[in-house]
């Protein structure tokens, strides 16, 4: 296993095998000569982050919030090209959490999840770039909206 050190100094563990293929060449005196040709890269993994700011939460991955919102983190896995998105935080009446998202090239979306206080929702991921939100919910009974915090920052999540 061979570890890295990313930007802001996040571990990064590859787990996956590098492909390496094995070419000769020609060699002046000599019957042949062999090569390696790296023909694929080493899995990796990247965080997501705000980019117009919220604060951190100090979790692994990094997690981030503004007051009275819950927090949302990030992280892609090259190897099984998924995304997994960490929210929660808020437990006391939430039914449930929306997150809205925005694939590569595509338009925000809605979706509800589950309540809890530390949830994963796991997607597959395109090539391209990811923006993710939050908001914690509690449901509102007939004829009456839902109550829901404000959003969190805006994650963005490089997949590419």
Known sequence: MTTL?????????????VAIGMTTAPNAGAASATAVDVTKQACYETDGYPPDGGRSTGEDPVRYKWDNTPYIGARYSSCGRVARIYYGGYTTNTTHY????????????????????????????AWG????????????????QSRCTNWSPQLYLNTR
Not at 5 to 17: D, G, H, N, Y
Not at 105 to 121: D, K, Y
């Open 5 to 17: 050190m990313l930007r802001r100094t996040v571990p990064v563990v590859f787990s996956c095998a």
């Open 98 to 125: 929306n997150v809205r998202w925005a694939p590569p090239g595509g338009s925000w979306r809605q979706t509800e999840l589950g309540p809890g206080a530390r949830q994963v929702w796991t997607i597959s991921a």
């Open 129 to 144: 770039d990811y923006n993710f939100m939050v908001q914690a919910c509690n449901r509102g009974g007939i004829f009456q």
